[in-house]
Nanobody
Framework: QVQLVESGGGLVQAGGSLRLSCVAS????????MAWFRQAPGKEREFVAR????????YYADSVKGRFTISRDNPKKTVYLQMNSLKPEDTAVYYC???????????????WGQGTQVTVSS
């Protein structure tokens, strides 16, 4: 059984930074694409960033490009999201996801974490 556990969320002032982590268990981590999505209250879940198996191919949503960095550590079965220059509009629950396709669509990911809240105050 696959389990993804996120951590690192919290409350931060605008302009600040947070680093999210997602630890996987139950599958061969290095065989899967990993991604981060987020969902704000009253909004649909939206793609944030994805990374391929080796970490050599990365793709970001335009809204976070230049501010967020996704990375992975395969031996540790962990994917990270470094978030800098945070804005109030980044406030959301952030989810990590695991899948076998290079896609920005949430439906393309088979496994999800429980989410971690990120709140950015102005």
């Amino acid at each position: 059984q696959v389990q993804l556990v996120e951590s690192g969320g919290g409350l931060v002032q605008a302009g600040g930074s947070l680093r999210l982590s997602c630890v996987a268990s139950g599958r061969t981590f290095s065989n899967y694409f990993m991604a981060w999505f987020r969902q704000a209250p009253g909004k649909e879940r939206e793609f944030v960033a994805r990374i391929n198996m080796s970490g050599g191919t990365i793709y970001y949503a335009d809204s976070v490009k230049g501010r967020f960095t996704i990375s992975r550590d395969n031996p540790k079965k962990t994917v990270y999201l470094q978030m800098n220059s945070l804005k109030p509009e980044d406030t959301a629950v952030y989810y990590c996801a695991m899948g076998t396709f290079a896609t920005v669509q949430a439906l393309g990911y088979s496994f999800w974490g429980q989410g971690t809240q990120v709140t950015v105050s102005s």
